[in-house]
């Protein structure tokens, strides 16, 4: 049972170029999500899916874009890197089951912008 | 708007010692409130789900409770491998994307 992945691990990359970090889950789980983590700030939102071919904005949606054209695929795309964008990028999925939406988290991407 | 206040900031515990790490939140109508484990380098890990005042929940040397405007993790009698930082987040009614608002977590040191 994979659950979710998350690639590369670790990125390094220049200001102005264009990064792609992906995400799969093996669960079928309808709603995606990317987070970001910075020290001091907590885990936020930046884009979530809620099915394929949907998707919208989160807390911190400027710089990035994301697709989904397939259920198990959600990638998030820095399209011009900025040293801001440093940080440890996750990506979660919940299967909207019982009262409340447990999240289930990947292992993260620590991304550097130079 | 939803928030999440973790404290404290961080604990160092010695093997044995017990102790409560707090979350206090406010949102408009509570769908429920979680506890996520952080180890270094790793993904949170989900531990617990709490939906209303008076629930409480266990497992191994951990416990959730919840309350109107707080929830406390109980550590009991703490081991060098509870050592990681502590999540809370919460869900509100009003979350229409589904999203979790997170704090900004409690970093647990259990020294041997």
């Known amino acids: 049972d994979a659950g979710i992945t998350q690639s590369p691990r670790y990125k390094i990359t220049e200001t102005g170029r264009q990064v792609t970090l992906m995400c799969h889950q093996t669960?079928?789980?309808?709603?995606m999500f990317w987070y970001r983590q910075d020290l001091g700030h907590g885990l936020r939102l930046i884009y979530y899916?809620?099915?394929?071919?949907?998707?919208d904005k989160g807390e911190v949606p400027d710089g990035y874009v994301v697709s989904r054209s397939k259920t198990e695929n959600f990638p998030l795309t820095l399209e011009s890197a900025t040293r801001s964008q440093t940080s440890v990028y996750f990506c979660?999925?919940?299967?909207?089951?019982?009262?409340?939406?447990?999240?289930?988290f990947g292992p993260g991407t620590r991304l550097t912008v130079l | 708007e939803d928030q999440v206040t973790q404290s404290p900031e961080a604990l160092r515990l010695q093997e044995g010692e017990s102790s409560s790490l707090n979350c206090s939140y406010t949102?408009?109508?509570?769908?429920?409130l979680f506890w996520y484990r952080q180890d270094p380098g790793k993904g949170p890990e989900f531990l617990f789900t709490l939906y209303s005042a008076g629930e409480e929940k266990e497992k191994e040397r951990l416990k959730a409770t919840l309350t109107k405007k707080e929830s406390f993790l109980h550590i009991t009698a703490p081991k060098p491998e509870d050592s990681a930082t502590y999540l809370c987040a919460v869900q509100g009614l009003g979350a229409g994307r589904r999203a979790l608002t997170f704090g900004s977590g409690t970093r647990l040191q259990v020294q041997p």
């Open positions: 979660a999925s919940t299967d909207l089951r019982g009262r409340a939406d447990t999240q289930y």
């Open positions: 899916s809620a099915a394929a071919d949907i998707t």
């Open positions: 949102v408009s109508g509570l769908r429920g």
């Open positions: 669960w079928s789980h309808s709603y």
